[in-house]
Nanobody
Framework: VQLQASGGGLVQAGGSLRLSCAAS????????MAWFRQAPGQGRQHVSH????????YYADSVKGRFTISRDNAKNTVYLQMNSLKPEDTAVYYC????????????WGQGTQVTVSS
């Protein structure tokens, strides 16, 4: 599967953005999907993931209550709605996929830059 992330940009603190991750080459419903982010000089952080059908989601504590992950398997797309953005949310955001319920994230999209100004 190939993943293409989009939707990043520059936003003021308190604003919102919605990231999209479009999949091609396979059926999205076969995959657990996740969003990661990497800020300058820091390691990659697991932000959120969602199960095959979308019934269960995980969020890092730092984004819980502000970010929402969702998926539209018919459109082969996963979303990350980001509200109440903070400057510390500034990072390159990546989507990732894996087939199994657990294990390594096997497939990665290119990143999309999110910059939150104070």
């Amino acid at each position: 599967v190939q993943l293409q992330a989009s939707g990043g940009g520059l936003v003021q603190a308190g604003g919102s953005l919605r990231l999209s991750c479009a999949a091609s080459g396979d059926i999205l419903s076969r995959y657990y999907m996740a969003w990661f982010r990497q800020a300058p000089g820091q390691g990659r952080q697991h932000v959120s993931h969602i199960t095959w059908s979308g019934g269960l989601q995980y969020y890092a504590d730092s984004v819980k209550g502000r970010f929402t992950i969702s998926r539209d398997n018919a459109k082969n797309t996963v979303y990350l709605q980001m509200n109440s953005l903070k400057p510390e949310d500034t990072a390159v955001y990546y989507c990732a996929a894996r087939v199994a319920r657990m294990g390594l994230w096997e497939y990665w999209g290119q990143g999309t830059q999110v910059t939150v100004s104070s």
